[in-house]
């Protein structure tokens, strides 16, 4: 185990971790709010582990849906995930399968924006420890405030805005990256073709039609350069 490369992980997410708890507190809420227990809201926390994708089961659930449309609902979501691996293949390909399965279960936006930070420039295995300290950091916070946000979610006044972190928080993730001419590019047509998208009723899948637009457009800036 590299001990300096998995601190340097959990390091590169504590400043994230005040955003994201607000976050993990709303989906338990969430989870009270629709009359499931503790033990629901720690099994869907565990197993799906996707603050927006939880949100969105709930609400299929809440509204009378089927388990079946619940769980295409967060695969819908969950796509974007589908790049971030995808990108991050190239790192992983030494590694063990029992590695390469615990990093797919604890990725989030956070861990792949801690994983790409440098991707390239260190060794493969540094890379991992970094990745494993960030991930599993956030893995923890999130269900720790899952469990705080069943319990006293209900108790929060309506005036607090917790998920107002949210938004807050992806805009830390995007804000460092976007360094250049291709990535700003990326960026303004991933927002501009996702609202677009949503105003046009694509629905949660207008976040993975923003996402692929942006890619192509960052990559053709790139070209162009």
């Not at 388990?67 to 969950?78: C, D, K, P, S, T």
């Not at 291709?182 to 960026?187: D, R």
């Not at 303004?188 to 923003?210: F, Q, Y």
Request: glycine content about 12%; charged content about 15%; cysteine-free.
């Amino acid at each position: 185990m590299d001990r300096a490369a998995f601190r340097s992980g959990v390091g590169s997410v504590v400043p994230l971790l005040p955003a994201m708890a607000p976050f993990g507190m709303v989906s338990g809420a969430a989870v009270a709010e629709v009359e499931l227990g503790l033990a629901e809201a720690l099994g869907l926390s565990a197993v799906l582990f996707a603050g927006a994708s939880q949100l969105a089961v709930l609400d299929v659930l809440d509204s009378g849906g089927g388990v079946l449309v619940a769980i295409a609902a967060a695969w819908v979501i969950n796509l974007r995930f589908l790049l971030y691996s995808t990108s991050l293949a190239g790192e992983v390909d030494g590694l063990g399968r029992g590695r390469r399965f615990g990093m797919g279960y604890v990725l989030t936006d956070q861990a792949y924006a801690v994983a790409i930070s440098g991707i390239g420039e260190r060794p493969r295995d540094e890379t991992y420890w970094r990745y494993v300290g960030a991930a599993w950091t956030i893995w923890l916070t999130w269900q720790l405030s899952t469990v705080v946000g069943v319990l006293v979610g209900d108790r929060v006044p309506d005036d607090i805005p917790l998920d107002f972190a949210v938004p807050l928080l992806f805009i830390a993730l995007v804000i460092p990256v976007i360094v250049d001419r291709p990535s700003v590019v990326a960026a303004v047509v991933a927002a501009v073709v996702s609202v677009t998208a949503a105003e046009l009723g694509a629905g949660d899948a207008a976040l993975l039609v923003g996402a692929l637009t942006g890619i192509v457009a960052g990559a053709t800036a790139d070209r162009g350069r």
